[in-house]
């Protein structure tokens, strides 16, 4: 967001910005390097849930009743929801619909639009159209709205809701590997690729798409923020996860009809939320500023 | 002149098109996805005599082609079906509803525009300095948050320990019998305003600021983002130094020469910010108890209520598509550039 879309494209520049190149940029930003950490802090604790869980079992969903609003205390440190379990516990192993499922939509989303858009952008002509207007359809909709048009078309549940984020987000990464691909295709490196015989589809396989893997990673950063905000979303309005199981949105939700009193139910996940979505934009900010693939668009 | 006719003109052309496109997906989501549509159609409860007759009303045994004839057809006649939760016409509901929602959009929106400009270019004004830190700090943490998660945080805050304003609802319950609101619009700023009911209008406007504040959290930080990156290129432009060699004043300089050419940047953001208000309102309308068209999707949502879904789906997708044209239009109206591409 920090820089308005500029014509000039120097992708010779792009090549030199190499993993070592970003990484020590990261390192030097404080911010950065602080969002990093935390981003692999919550992957790790996600992957990890069932064994840094205080209770586990309660984090997944068995309920505690004796152990009912418990307020925050040094045993039980986000205190205890409605039906007694820990919410430290459930917090931790809410990270998986959370987190986890959004890295996976995103992938998905990114498997589906990239070579799309390198066919779109590579081949010109009525493939050209026929994909960049069926994008124009899906990109006509308020994602969040067709995500829950579809989410409920499917049926109620985790799994929906992330097909449901698959289909309303993909266009986006054809809409940029698209630019990407028409600024790649005047390069020599294409043409002289075009002049030997390479077939197009191995063009598009071996030349094109790994060169418009960095503005697709950044995208993909900023992306993973707005995600994770749609599937808490779902989840809050109980088109995601289903209880039982534990999910930050859905805590959100649960949570709501009692924070005046037991404000911690909904304040842990919400926060958690927060944190998240907040290290993916700060990294996303930067990786922007030294890629910059609003360029393409 | 002519150019920017032609333009809008073709920009109205493409939103027709894009619109036959929308409810063609819609259509699919309503008719081809689930897999027993009439079924759904009906509501949970159904008795299989009452899903065949729903099957033959919607042609679901026809070919798919004339179904969707038929469903464009009530389309255009304004026919959504009927709400399985409450049995009126669809069309209906969202109309009843629509002024609540609008109300609250337009607030917050307004609320995004007065808050997101100014702060973009203090920051841009003071880039590098203290100002600058603290807009870009505040308008990330406005991008980053979940608007059902600031809604109960505003609410504890300003409801549960500060007392100041209402929890939730758009009108106080006892105002009911002590200053009725005519119903004109229900828009009910505007109609306790023109009536001169004083005492509705401070309870409306109270009702209204922590919903619109907690819808406006996303569009402040994009906007006042956006405005900078526009403000700071456009000051290091060479008219800019001209006019400051000149001795003009840097209030001028900044409010009258920068902004009004970074403007046009902002209001593609401003654009965008609507697809995100509209769904927006949902999560707001929940947490606040809103009657508007969020509440009721969401209940449809729950509740399964088919009809209502899709024509909400339908109803959302239309909003937004008009709302760019607009921006659109706008745009080429304020920046000529735009309508020569």
Known sequence: ?297 | MLRKLEFVIRRLFTSVFVLIGVSLITFFLARVVPSNAAALYIGPKARPEDIERVRKQLGLDRPLPVQYAIYMADLLHGDLGASIGTKRPVLAEIIDRAPASLELLFIGMLFAILFGIPLGVLSARWQGKPPDVAVRGLSIVGVSMPAFYLGLLLQILFFRNLDWLPLAGRVSNDLRFTNPIAPLTNFLLFDSFVTQNWVAFKDVTYHLVLPALTLAAYPIGLIARMTRAAMLEVLEQDYIRTARAYGIKDVVITYLYALKNAFSPTLTVIGLTFAYALTGTFFVEIIFNWPGLGLFTVRSLLNLDYPAIMGMTLFGATAYVIINLIVDVLQAWIDPRISLK
């Open chain 1, 1 to 297: 967001m920090t820089a308005i879309p500029v014509l000039s494209t120097e992708p010779e520049i792009q090549s030199a910005r190499t993993f070592r190149h970003v990484l020590s940029v990261i390192v030097r930003d404080p911010l950065s390097l602080l969002s990093t950490i935390v981003i692999i802090l919550f992957i790790l604790i996600a992957i990890f849930a069932w064994q840094v869980a205080p209770y586990p079992l309660e984090g997944a969903g068995k309920t505690n009743v004796s152990h009912s609003m418990l307020p925050p205390s040094p045993g039980h440190p986000f205190g205890a929801d409605r039906l007694g379990r820990d919410m430290l516990s459930r917090v931790i192993m809410g990270a998986r619909p959370a987190l986890i499922v959004p890295i996976g939509v995103v992938l998905f989303a990114v498997l589906i639009g990239a070579p799309l858009g390198a066919i779109a952008g590579y081949k010109g002509g009525w493939a050209d159209e026929t994909i960049m207007r069926i994008t124009d359809l899906f990109l006509a909709f308020p994602s969040l709205l067709l995500a829950m048009a579809i989410a409920s078309a499917l049926g109620r549940g985790l799994q929906n809701a992330a097909i449901a984020l698959v289909v309303s987000w993909w266009p986006w990464y054809t809409r940029l590997v698209r630019g990407v691909t028409i600024s790649l295709r005047e390069r020599y490196f294409i043409e002289a690729a075009q002049a030997t015989g390479v077939r197009d589809s191995v063009i598009i396989l071996r030349h094109i798409l790994p060169n418009t893997i960095s503005p697709i990673l950044v995208q993909a950063t900023v992306d993973l923020g707005l995600v994770i905000l749609a599937m808490g979303g779902l989840a809050f309005l109980g088109l995601g996860t289903q209880p039982p199981s534990p999910d930050w949105g859905l805590m959100v939700s649960e949570g709501r009809d009692f924070i005046l009193k037991q404000w911690w139910i909904s304040t842990f996940p919400g926060l958690a939320i927060f944190i998240v979505v907040l290290a993916f934009n700060l990294l996303g900010d930067t990786l922007r500023d030294i890629f910059d693939p609003r360029q393409y668009r």
